[in-house]
T-cell receptor, first 115, second 111 residues
Framework: NAGVTQTPKFQVLKTGQSMTLQCAQDMNHNSMYWYRQDPGMGLRLIYYSASEGTTDKGEVPNGYNVSRLNKREFSLRLESAAPSQTSVYFC??????????????FGPGTRLTVL | QQQVKQSPQSLIVQKGGIPIINCAYENTAFDYFPWYQQFPGKGPALLIAIRPDVSEKKEGRFTISFNKSAKQFSLHIMDSQPGDSATYFCAVGTSGSRLTFGEGTQLTVNP
C-alpha cells in the first residue's frame, strides 16, 4: 500500500515548455487535489476532483489544466511554464469513512523550477 | 479574502517548552479544523483535528483548543522535543469538502 505517489520528484523547465505532473493513489479514494506550496503562503489549492469524471477550479487555477484519468490517477499539466510557477506541487486524496472526519493524504511532492 | 490567518510565522522553543500556534477564521459555516505537520522534503500529514462541538481535544502531547465564539483555535505541544521541529499548518473546511490552509508556522525545538 503506497498511498499517494507523485512523479517526477524534481523537474527543471525553461519558460514556455510544457509538462505533466502525475499522481496516483491506491486507497480507493473518491476525491483528489492538487496544491502548490510557496514560502509564507501555505498550501493553495489549484484544482480538485470530487469524483471520477469531475474536476473543479481551486484558488489558483490559472496556467494549469487537470485530468482525472480514472479513480486512481489525477494529472496536472502546465501548457506553457512561467517562472511564477516555480513551486513545490503536492497531490492529495481523501475518502469518506462512516463516522470519521475527512483526512487528506498527501504525496511526497514535485519540486519544479522554471527558468 | 483570507479565510484563515495563522500565527506566528516562526517559533523557536527549548526542549520541554510548550509552543502554541494560533489560527483565526471568519466563516462560521466551517465545522472541521485540522492541523497538519510537515517535515522537510515530505508532504503534510494530518496531526490532529477537531469539530466545533468540543472545546478541546488531546492526542498524546498534542492538544487543540477551540474557541467558537472568538472563531479561533490553537495547537499546543506539551513537552516539546527536537523531533517536533517541523512546519505546522492549520486548516478550515466543512467535512468532506475542500480545505483552506493557513500560511504555516515553522517550529524549531532546540535541544
Amino acid at each position: 500500500n503506497a498511498g499517494v505517489t507523485q512523479t517526477p520528484k524534481f523537474q527543471v523547465l525553461k519558460t514556455g515548455q510544457s509538462m505533466t505532473l502525475q499522481c496516483a493513489q491506491d486507497m480507493n479514494h473518491n476525491s483528489m487535489y492538487w496544491y502548490r506550496q510557496d514560502p509564507g503562503m501555505g498550501l493553495r489549492l489549484i484544482y480538485y476532483s470530487a469524483s471520477e469524471g469531475t474536476t473543479d477550479k481551486g484558488e489558483v487555477p490559472n496556467g494549469y489544466n487537470v485530468s482525472r484519468l480514472n479513480k486512481r490517477e489525477f494529472s496536472l499539466r502546465l501548457e506553457s511554464a512561467a517562472p511564477s510557477q516555480t513551486s513545490v506541487y503536492f497531490c492529495a486524496s481523501s475518502g469518506r469513512l462512516a463516522g470519521s472526519l475527512d483526512t487528506q493524504y498527501f504525496g511526497p511532492g514535485t519540486r519544479l523550477t522554471v527558468l | 479574502q483570507q479565510q484563515v490567518k495563522q500565527s506566528p510565522q516562526s517559533l523557536i522553543v527549548q526542549k520541554g517548552g510548550i509552543p502554541i500556534i494560533n489560527c483565526a477564521y471568519e466563516n462560521t459555516a466551517f465545522d472541521y479544523f485540522p492541523w497538519y505537520q510537515q517535515f522537510p522534503g515530505k508532504g503534510p500529514a494530518l496531526l490532529i483535528a477537531i469539530r466545533p462541538d468540543v472545546s478541546e481535544k488531546k492526542e498524546g502531547r498534542f492538544t487543540i483548543s477551540f474557541n467558537k465564539s472568538a472563531k479561533q483555535f490553537s495547537l499546543h505541544i506539551m513537552d516539546s522535543q527536537p523531533g517536533d521541529s517541523a512546519t505546522y499548518f492549520c486548516a478550515v473546511g466543512t467535512s468532506g469538502s475542500r480545505l483552506t490552509f493557513g500560511e504555516g508556522t515553522q517550529l524549531t525545538v532546540n535541544p
